[in-house]
C-alpha cells in the first residue's frame, strides 16, 4: 500500500525559505510521478511542482513558484524534496504531496491535474508572514 507523509512545514516571513519532505513507501515501480500540491483557504488546490522519481527525471513547476522553488528526490531514502526560497505571503498554504501510481511518467500537460494522483499526503502546513 502506497504511503505518503510530508514534514517540514512551518513559518517563516516574506523573503525566507523552508523545505518539505514527503517520504514515500509502498511503491511496485521504481519510477513514479510525484508532485506538491497546495491549497490555501477559500482556495482551490493548485499544482505546484512534479517530479519523475528514479534519477534524472523530468521536472515541472507551476508559473506562480517557477525560479523559487526546487523539487528534487533522495532516491535512497524514497523521499522527494521542495525547496522553496523567496517565499512570499501567497504561498501560504498547506501542502500535499501526491503520487499517480498508474502513469509511466509526469506529463507537462497534465501534471498539474489532481485527478490524476491516487495518493495523497496528510499535508502539512506553510505560513509565510508579511
Known amino acids: 500500500q502506497i504511503q505518503l507523509m510530508e514534514s517540514g512545514g512551518g513559518s517563516v516571513q516574506a523573503g525566507g525559505s523552508l523545505r518539505v519532505s514527503c517520504k514515500a513507501s509502498g511503491f511496485t515501480r521504481s519510477r513514479n510521478c510525484l508532485a506538491w500540491f497546495r491549497q490555501a483557504p477559500g482556495k482551490r488546490r493548485e499544482g505546484v511542482a512534479s517530479?519523475?522519481?528514479?534519477?534524472?527525471?523530468?521536472?515541472y513547476y507551476s508559473n506562480s513558484v517557477k525560479g523559487r522553488f526546487t523539487v528534487s528526490e533522495d532516491n535512497a531514502e524514497n523521499t522527494v524534496y521542495l525547496q522553496m526560497n523567496s517565499l512570499k505571503p501567497e504561498d501560504t498554504a498547506m501542502y500535499y504531496c501526491a503520487a499517480d501510481s498508474v502513469r509511466i511518467d509526469c506529463y507537462s500537460g497534465s501534471w498539474p491535474v489532481e485527478d490524476y494522483y491516487d495518493h495523497w499526503g496528510q499535508g502539512t502546513q506553510v505560513t509565510v508572514s508579511s
Open positions: 517530479i519523475y522519481t528514479g534519477g534524472g527525471g523530468s521536472t
